[in-house]
């Protein structure tokens, strides 16, 4: 297969980032780059998503690995995973025993390892600079079920119809299921046995998570779908938000620096400084500041809030609203021509104390894959849940599809991926954001 065919067909699959914010998989396959960066490090507490996709998958997942290195002209392959995963390490190294250019990575388990700048940077020791991309320093990075789905793909000819979705939390046994995109979370909720009478849903991991109503629906990007008690102490601290993040702040925050000292992206040389935009909320200061500025930086990783600030006071809010702000007003992160690890910034954080500090230990069971795909009767496909443009829907209201057929396109030449339609069925209605198909 040449290059062109590759990427084509990697667009084709409608591929997003399975493990992030979605960026369309096709506009990163750039030929000649020195790295390859397998993403398996699941720094998120309490999700199996990615351990059991390798677990089950390690073969597969080797063959695209090896289809890269040779179509796109990459000179080697470094895949992180956690080192306490040991059995899993040892079996994909038998996987890749005979890849000179394959290297299994044991990573320390701390929070954010997989977090694409701190995973290149532990795999590769490359510091990618603020405002430049990996390919700046000829890096590809890719989420291992990102990589499954291009097998998939590639050799099964099945583009991305369902996910991979930890269900774990106050449950009598967690799990790794697959999951039809565009099924409610209710109807994925019911394959579980709950232990407690009411409860949140969380999307995502704890860190990075957000709590969601249940007729949220599973999307090529949804990890995990974490069911808690009501009360929890990470609910408390997800709720202070926006006004009263901003009170607290300005009354309580002792500039002590834990914040940005913890900060993975200021560890960087990114200068990202969050105590310095928590002293100009503080001080009133709220436009036309420097202060301002370093949230430009910021990855939203929530260390600053949920482990490092002793106050309880929530930073990374306040640098996202900023950076929302920023870029909404056409402020843009001027690129740095190189930048270097800040070596006085020596802390990592533990995964295991962010669990404790979480107050989440209870939950922190290994969710086990089960062979089995949820069946959905009506799914609401989005159109849109990914980094760039929408797709365009191709089918009517009435229409009959059927499982994989594409129903929305994008174009390849933008940030922007095909959707296929998840179940045979009706196309039951179409909206903005959405293609919604009842089952037969
Ligand atoms: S959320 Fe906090 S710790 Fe994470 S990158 Fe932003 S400022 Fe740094
Ligand atoms: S860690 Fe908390 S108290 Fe310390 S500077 Fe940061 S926001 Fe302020």
């Not at 993040?245 to 913890?262: F, N, V, W």
Request: aromatic fraction near 6%.
């Amino acid at each position: 297969m040449t290059y062109e065919e590759f990427k084509a067909k990697v667009f084709e699959a409608g591929i997003i980032g399975a493990g992030g914010a979605g960026f369309p998989t096709h506009i990163k396959l750039d030929k000649g780059m020195d790295y390859l960066i397998i993403n398996g490090a699941e720094c998120e507490p309490l999700i199996y998503t990615d351990y059991e996709v390798m677990s089950h998958y390690g073969e597969e997942i080797a063959i695209i690995i090896r289809d890269m290195l040779k179509i796109l002209g990459i000179k080697k392959a470094v895949w992180g995973i956690k080192s306490k995963h040991r059995e899993l390490i040892e079996k994909l190294n038998t996987i890749t025993s005979l890849d000179d250019n394959i290297e299994i990575r044991p990573l320390e388990n701390i929070y954010p390892a997989g977090d694409e700048l701190t995973l290149i940077y532990k795999c590769t020791g490359i510091v990618i600079p603020k405002g430049q991309l990996p390919s700046s320093k000829n890096v590809i990075e890719l989420n291992v079920e990102t990589l499954y789905n291009m097998y998939e793909y590639i050799y099964n000819n099945t583009p991305v119809i369902d996910k991979y979705v930890t269900l774990t939390g106050a449950v009598e046994e967690p799990k790794v299921v697959k999951v039809p995109i565009g099924t409610p979370f209710k109807e994925v909720i019911k394959e579980i046995t709950l232990t407690v009478p009411e409860y949140d849903i969380l999307l995502g991991g704890p860190m990075m998570g957000s709590f969601v109503s249940s007729d949220a629906k599973v999307t090529r990007t949804t990890k995990a779908i974490i069911l808690l008690p009501k009360g929890t102490v990470l609910a408390g601290k997800k709720k202070m938000i926006g006004i009263e993040s901003i009170k607290r702040a300005m009354s309580s925050c002792s500039q002590c620096r834990m914040c940005t000292d913890l900060c993975p992206r200021n560890k960087m040389g990114h200068e990202v400084e969050p105590h310095r935009l928590m002293n100009a909320f503080a001080n009133g200061i709220v436009q036309n500041s420097d202060k301002l500025t370093t949230a430009l930086g910021c990855c939203g990783c929530n260390t600053c809030s949920y482990y490092a600030c002793h106050h309880d006071l929530n930073p990374a809010e306040l640098m996202m609203m900023v950076k929302k702000e920023l870029i909404k007003q056409g402020v843009k992160v001027t690129p740095m021509a190189d930048s270097k690890i800040n070596e006085n910034l020596s802390v990592e954080v533990p995964s295991e104390r962010i669990v404790y500090k979480l107050g989440l230990k209870a939950y922190d069971k290994h969710a086990s894959f089960k062979e089995y795909s949820i069946s959905a009767g009506r799914v609401y496909i989005p159109i849109g849940a990914h980094i760039g443009k929408k797709a365009v829907p191709i089918v009517s209201i009435g229409e009959s599809v059927k499982q994989k057929q594409i129903i929305a396109v994008g174009d390849i030449n933008t940030i922007s991926a095909n959707v296929h339609s998840s179940i045979n069925g009706i196309v039951k209605n179409i909206t903005e954001t959405e293609i919604i198909v009842e089952g037969r």
